[in-house]
């Protein structure tokens, strides 16, 4: 991933029209969504983080074109000895530990009555009762990565 590229489902516009009903707060929810390439490397994500030249990716294109096809080369290289039972282990195992980092960030989070107050609704019913998100703010799962 470029050194100054974000990845994200939605923007951060349409995350902080959603969370707070204001598209101005874009930032906040820039921040709080974890979406540049170092997060993404922390969260194991990706595997490599490839530098840009000073002013942006586009100053050099050939540059980054060489260094984007070193990095694609060096990837099938690390993939040359295995079969292809060996490929999926390895991307299921991937996925299995983004999941990991993310789970053992919110394991204190959904542990603590105080910091979740709708962890257990007497109808057990979990996030079922919306009116208490606002209270919330945006989603605490962001907060904690």
Known sequence: ????????????????????????????AANS?????????????????????????????????SATGDAIAEAFNDLRNLDADGIRQQRRQKFLDIGRKLAD?????LRSPARHPIRSPPNGAYFADRSIW?????????KLC
């Open 1 to 28: 991933m470029f050194e100054h590229a974000i990845y994200s489902v939605i923007s951060p516009e349409a995350a902080s029209s959603i969370l707070w009903r204001d598209g101005t707060k874009a930032q906040e």
């Open 105 to 109: 960030r919110l394991a204190p989070w």
């Open 33 to 65: 969504m974890k979406i540049t390439a170092q997060d993404m490397l922390r969260f194991g994500v990706i595997d490599q983080i490839l530098k840009e030249p000073s002013g942006g990716a586009h100053r050099d294109p050939a540059a980054m074109i």
């Open 134 to 142: 606002p209270q919330l703010g945006p989603d605490p799962v962001f």
